[in-house]
């Protein structure tokens, strides 16, 4: 056996394995060097001296990098350094913050393909989905840079003489971002945005399996507060497992969490911030559901075809496939008019059947790899499941086999589409999240069963209706309709845009990241009385004297 001396000694040893020409000149051009082992922690300052991360393409399994994490003293300097930039930052002009996003707006514009073949390196998206990706931090910077002159109060009316109220914002101080492996950059990117339009110093603690992505980033923007004179903490990473995550976590350093990932953890996480009445905005699962109808509205009742098939079967074939049903917004109930059954499912099959795996970064594939081996289980236990409740697997339910080298160290799995013998919503079936491929298939008459199915589930993140009818269209949207917080017409459940608030409800966590009203989150709120007149009323008319 190895003594935990002999095994620590390994973990230091000199890091000098090559790397694939593939994976070699896209680190390169964003000047990552794997020479060595990869600091994983900045704080103005790149250190890092705790447990070694590997970084591993999962298109390949070959392994990219090694990093090395914080350990609970550099998590501690990572802190207090945070905190000391955002009292320098908070006293900064909003417009003059805006002045520094636009300019990392540029910076990320500049390396917008090389970080896109970087997230499809690490992460495993297709070539296009990562640049995309890219493009929705620069997106969200663009917007940051308007918002910071448009951060407005309120000025309400007093109902004392001489008297006015203000509601007035203010930065509110450090804002933690723990992101998940399926958008290691975009989501830090809504974060950052707009924790730093509003006066905020954020600290970044990315999945243990993406640090590539996390630094690279960290080295851009970096690069621009260093230009312009702006503490480096201001935008600090730490690497790292779970235990630096619980540690960012419970800090009463951190006076917001912003938290992306599995509704298990988040339960946990929103739990310990509000035992100790910080801020928190989760992110979680979506189970999200597309309901496909057909025919005009009698009394709500479905009846005759209306849908636009050739709208609908390519978005649902994205919604479920897409980033190889990794996103949060990944479509995994699809419940069809039981008229256009058999003539949707025709045209999905055979896309689902068109499509081949493939290197990501060949911008001519459009299925990538899983990210894990782990997600590979999860995905053989989703259809062990199915198969075993008696449903009827259409397509797929199996991990492609004699793949040519180097895709044959990959994690990729077979697009599946199945038809459990019932829609039961409690069923985890219908209930539980699958991070995976998976498609199952429900049949309805009226549109108001779909609509139950669609709530009958924790999670509330995204949904979507195809349909030509307006009184369709009214009920999805209305108050007996959808209870998502995405709820779209004629467009699939992926793919939002930066300019509305993104978030879900129920077990989604009830959190609003982007666009919209989503900045008043980051950001502490005081009403302010004041008095300019002689006298001193009490309010309501209270006498005191």
């Known amino acids: ?122 992460m495993g998206k297709i070539r296009t989905e990562g640049e995309g990706e890219v493009q929705e931090f620069v997106d969200i910077a663009d917007y940051a840079v308007g918002l910071s002159r448009m951060m407005n109060g309120r000025l309400v009316a007093s109902e004392r003489p001489g008297h006015s109220i203000l509601e007035v914002p203010n930065p509110l101080g450090v804002v933690a971002v723990l992101s998940a492996f399926n958008f290691p950059v975009a989501v830090y990117g809504w974060n950052l945005a707009l924790s730093l339009a509003a006066g905020n110093a954020t600290l970044w603690k990315p999945a243990p399996s993406t640090p590539l992505c996390s630094i690279a980033v960290t080295k851009i923007i970096s690069g621009v507060l260093e230009k312009n004179g702006v503490p480096g903490a201001v935008a600090g990473l730490v690497t790292g497992g779970r235990d630096i995550g619980e540690a960012v976590v419970e800090s009463a350093d951190v006076d917001m969490v912003s938290f992306t990932g599995s509704e298990a953890v988040g339960r946990q996480v929103g739990k310990v911030v509000q035992s100790r009445f910080g801020k928190v905005l989760l992110e979680l699962g979506g189970n999200n559901a597309c309901t496909s109808l057909t025919g005009h509205t009698r009394s709500a009742a479905v009846v005759m075809p209306d849908a636009d098939l050739a709208m609908a079967v390519p978005a649902v074939f994205f919604g479920a496939v897409g980033t190889a049903g990794q996103r949060c917004t990944s479509t995994r109930r699809l419940y069809l008019h039981s008229s256009v059954v058999q003539k949707f499912l025709s045209r999905l099959e055979s896309l689902y059947q068109s499509v081949r795996p493939g290197d990501p970064l060949d911008r001519s594939t459009l299925l990538g790899p899983l990210h894990s081996r782990a997600a590979v289980g999860v995905y053989h236990n989703a259809v062990d499941h199915l198969l075993k409740t008696g449903a009827e697997i259409l397509t797929g339910g199996a991990p492609y086999k004699d793949l040519p080298s180097p895709l044959d160290g990959g994690n990729f799995v077979m697009p599946t589409i199945a038809i459990p013998q019932e829609v039961d919503v409690k069923d985890r079936v219908w209930s539980t999240e699958t991070f995976a491929p998976v498609l199952n298939v429900g049949v309805f008459d009226e549109l108001e069963q779909a609509i139950e199915w669609n709530n009958g589930v924790p999670q509330g993140l995204s949904s979507s209706l195809w349909t030509r009818d307006i009184r369709n269209v009214g009920k999805w949207i209305g108050p007996a309709g959808s209870d998502a917080g995405i709820v779209n017409v004629n467009v699939g459940t992926s793919g939002a845009e930066i300019g509305a608030a993104f978030g879900g409800n129920k077990s989604t966590g009830w959190g609003r990241e982007s666009g919209g009203d989503a900045w008043k989150q980051y950001v502490r709120w005081s009403a302010c009385t004041l008095n300019f007149s002689d006298e001193a009323p009490l309010a309501q008319g209270v006498k005191f004297s």
């Open 1 to 122: 056996m190895i003594s935990r001396r002999a095994l620590s000694s390994l973990r230091r040893a000199p890091y000098t394995r090559g790397l694939s020409s593939r994976a070699s000149t896209i680190l390169h051009a964003l000047d990552i060097r794997t020479e060595a082992e990869l600091p994983g922690v900045y704080d103005g300052e790149w250190a890092g001296s705790g447990e070694i991360l590997e970084s591993v393409c999962p298109t390949t399994g070959e392994v990219l990098a090694r990093v090395k994490t914080a350990t609970p003293a550099e998590l501690q300097r990572a802190l207090d350094r945070t905190r000391e930039a955002y009292k320098v930052l908070r006293l900064v002009p909003a417009p003059k913050r805006g002045e520094i996003l636009g300019q990392i707006r540029e910076a990320l514009a500049a390396k917008r393909d090389d970080l896109g073949a970087l997230i499809s390196l690490e």
